[in-house]
């Protein structure tokens, strides 16, 4: 019965002895808790409970890691070959370089060549797994079973206190005492997916700082005059140059019934702010009007949309001639008016009046302020044992597979201390 009821008691721990020991010893439930089961935080419960430390990760979502299985298509993109602290924002971009130099892309490659998953490089140093992203996931809950670490998941969490010296955690199996605890929980973004705002409360409740949060990687919106224009070409995509104040992306931009997307647009609203202009080049790395010139000089019939069809896609430049108001014959157009089309092509102003938020965003810029917390471990410098990893924290990276980098990173980082 003694036992039954220890085993009850202490539900993370299997064997007898485990429990006559802990008995004996009064220990706290567990050396490491972990709030959050996505990327970060079996990452950070690996590396811990590698290290011997009795873990516990806990996850409000019926399943661990959702946004690994959706990512990348699908696909993961789990990493980059590029890693580099410019490919990161918040208020201090510099905070994310210890974890991201101590535990590197070279890293998680070298774990996933030992877990047999595949992988291959797409463009821009992306790495995508060749298989389904559910192999990472498989791949991450079963090192951490491994490992000894223990996955609750369809557990609420609530209130996270100071207890002696470690720290009670209230869930709906009871409060768990912990002697330290890594908040993993994510930022906001898509909600259906799990994402709570929790970890921001939690480093609030302890009085640490929390920098603005907004939407990022997320496809902007328009006015209804701007989508008028924008929606008949719903489905065209443009190899563009995306640019807003210093800032630019070369990538592909997508036309959406809702405005515009694509990985270029995506990219630049992380930069992007409410009242700002931004300036798409739909033709990068052509001369816009040398083309068209050379198109006239060929003489025929030929009109505005041929010509612009070697720049841009045909029913983009079907769309740009209608919009123009120019007819007739190419030959026949002013060489200054065909000078005035390519310029308006290469710097075609845009006023998003928003982004589709939340809903679709792929993380949340800012979080729990890089002032407050170690750049080697991620521990609270105020209050030590309390730690905080991955997209909750002031660190959001650039499209394709920055984020989960940093993720893994800091969750190392964590997970060697705690
Ligand atoms: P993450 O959000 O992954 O995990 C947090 C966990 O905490 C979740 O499991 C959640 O259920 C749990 N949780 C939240 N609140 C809780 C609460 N109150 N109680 C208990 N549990 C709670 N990045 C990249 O590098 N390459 C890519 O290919 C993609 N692709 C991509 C696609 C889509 C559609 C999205 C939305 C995002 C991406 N990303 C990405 C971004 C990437 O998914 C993101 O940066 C990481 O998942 C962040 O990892 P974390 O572990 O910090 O949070």
Same mark, same amino acid.
């Given at each position: 019965t003694v036992r039954r009821c220890l085993a009850k008691r202490f539900p993370g721990r299997k064997g007898e002895d485990a429990i006559f020991r802990r008995l004996l010893e009064d220990e706290l439930d567990w050396d490491v808790m972990v709030l959050g089961a996505g990327a970060a935080g079996l990452f950070a419960g690996i590396e811990a409970a590698r290290r011997g430390r009795r873990v516990l990760v806990v996850d409000h979502a019926a399943k661990p890691a959702e946004k690994i299985r959706i990512s990348g298509g699908g696909r993961c993109n789990f990493t980059n070959l590029e890693i580099s602290a410019d490919r990161y924002l918040g208020r201090?971009? %510099?905070?994310a370089l210890s974890a991201l130099k101590r535990f590197t892309q070279w890293d998680f490659i070298a774990r996933m060549d030992a877990a047999g998953i595949a992988w291959h490089e797409k463009t821009l140093g992306q790495l995508f797994c060749d298989g389904p992203a559910t192999q990472v996931v498989d791949w991450l809950t079963g090192d951490l079973a491994a490992v000894g670490g223990t996955l609750w998941t369809g557990c609420s969490l609530g209130a996270v206190a100071r207890q002696g010296n470690g720290f009670a955690v209230e869930t709906d199996r009871g409060v768990q005492e912990a002697a330290a605890v890594i908040v993993a929980t994510g930022g906001k973004s898509i909600p259906k997916m799990g994402a709570s705002g929790y970890g921001y409360r939690v480093a609030e409740s302890f009085s640490l700082a929390v920098t603005e949060t907004r939407p990022a990687l997320v496809p902007l919106t328009f006015a209804e005059q701007e989508l008028v224009w924008l929606k008949p070409l719903a489905g065209v995509a443009v190899q563009g140059r995306v640019s807003c104040g210093k800032t630019g992306f070369d990538e592909a931009v997508l036309f959406t019934h809702r405005g515009l997307s694509g990985p270029a647009i995506l990219q630049i609203s992380s930069y992007w702010r409410e009242g700002q202009a931004i300036s798409v080049n739909l033709c990068p790395g052509q001369d816009g009007a040398a083309v068209l010139r050379a198109a006239k000089a060929s003489g025929g019939k030929g009109h505005l949309a041929g010509a612009l069809a070697r720049l841009v896609p045909e029913r983009l430049a079907r769309h740009l001639a209608e919009a123009s108001g120019l007819s007739g014959p190419l030959a026949e157009m002013p060489g200054a008016v065909l000078d005035r089309v390519a310029a308006g092509l290469a710097d075609w102003r845009l006023m998003p009046v $928003?982004?589709? $938020?939340? %809903?679709?965003?792929e993380v949340t810029l800012g979080g729990v302020d890089t002032d407050g917390l170690d750049a080697r471990t991620m521990e609270a410098k105020a209050v030590p044992g309390l730690y905080f990893v991955g997209e909750v924290v002031d660190v959001t990276g650039w499209l394709g597979g920055y984020n989960f980098q940093w993720a893994w990173s800091s969750g190392w980082a964590a997970g060697q201390v705690a």
């Open positions: 201090n971009p %510099r905070f $928003g982004s589709e $938020g939340y %809903r679709t965003a």
